[in-house]
């Protein structure tokens, strides 16, 4: 574990094209079903090493692929098996939209997590079925998920439209957002127990802020991003008034807090209620939601597939519009997806995870990701030097099959 959060904190630039020659799969004697990335020794990129200049060589290219959870899920036991064939490189096969035999797409994920609820119910209620689809999801960690879209190993992912910005520099088969899914920032600040700032003011938050072990999860990521954009935002230096801690798993922040190895974090349900519950923390002390309109996650395919299956893309797309809809109006039909597809989650955190979302209105109700939203994602990019290139909305977002879809209803 302190190679892996030794070699996090060194990932301090983003080279999508290069990034999986250097890792390969480990799996750590002491977690059953539980895959993780490491460096492969020499076979680091350069642009993970932080020595540009110099291009990365290695004959050996596996996809960082994480799995999670999969011990009982009936609905994780296909998600590992593709993510086995993602590591192999094997071909996923590929049939006619609407044929007798449905055509299979895998989307990768950067965690499996109930913000993409909305895939899920459509996957659970069946809507890409009777659109003649085969919809699998694989988690792939670290920025994987970019890197398995960009390499064409996956038909689609979900992140940020910020990644595909930057995947698409220089790239002649850009990444086109084609529908959105958590419309707002789903991340959150906890802190120590009995701790914390003694209002929201940005004074009182970098009083509080200035010198605390602060887990950010993975560098590079939305989480880590926005903890260093509310740490520029009241005044402070991320690199100087601050300790950065990035770990590459987004739970290990309550062992990292139990075990006295940070004073706050980034963090989202489960986690936050399974903090409450073991007394590691109050309740969140800043919400990213509170920022509003905010393109979150998305979903993302490859500019080729757009134009060589656009009938494919619109029968996803349809599928989704369907599930945010019923997302809206029945939790009912969330919960009992979420029973199943998370069924090691208490019912109680159930509860806690649902509960917050609603209340922040995460998920967006019609699919649309507007220039609001985008231009506020970028700007906190932007504004922490992650990436400080100016992408206009057109140039990544693609809301042609979301408003055809709208007007179907």
Known sequence: MAVERAFTAQMRAFDFETLPAGFQFVQPKMTTGHWTAQPQADTIPSAARGSPGTPAVSEKKVLIIMRLDVKTSPGLTRRAAMAGALATGSAISSRNVFAQSAKALVLAEPVHNLGYAPVYLAIDQGFFKSRGLDVSVVVATNGAHVTALVSGQVWGNIGGPESDAMANVGKADPLRTICNLVNRANVYLVARKGTGPKSTSDADIAAFLKGKRFALSR???????????????????????????????????????????????????????????????????????????????????????????????????????????????????????????????????????????????????????????????????????????????????????????????
Request: hydrophobic share 40%; aromatic share 8%; glycine share 8%.
């Open 219 to 409: 560098y590079g990521g939305t989480p880590d991003l926005l903890g260093r954009w509310l740490t520029i935002k009241v005044g402070l230096d991320p690199q100087k008034d601050i300790v950065a801690i990035n770990q590459a798993d987004n739970a290990a922040i309550v062992a990292m807090m139990k075990n006295g190895a940070i004073d706050l974090g980034v963090t989202q349900e489960p986690f936050i209620t399974a903090g409450i519950e073991q007394g590691l923390w109050d309740e969140p002390f800043y919400g990213f939601p509170s920022l509003g309109d905010y393109a979150y996650s998305v979903v993302s395919v490859r500019q080729s597939t757009i134009t060589k299956e656009p009938q494919v893309v619109q029968a996803f797309v349809d599928a989704v519009i369907e599930a945010l809809r019923l997302t809206a109006k029945d939790r009912g039909a969330v919960e009992a997806m979420t029973r199943k597809e998370f069924p090691t989650l208490p019912a109680n955190g159930v509860k806690a995870t649902l509960d917050r979302a609603y209340a922040d209105h995460l998920w967006s109700t019609d699919g649309m990701v507007s220039e609001q939203g985008y231009k506020l994602d970028m700007d906190v990019v932007n504004k922490t030097g992650a990436f400080t290139k100016q992408v206009p909305y057109a140039d990544v977002v693609d809301m042609q099959f979301v408003r055809k879809a709208l007007q179907k209803s």
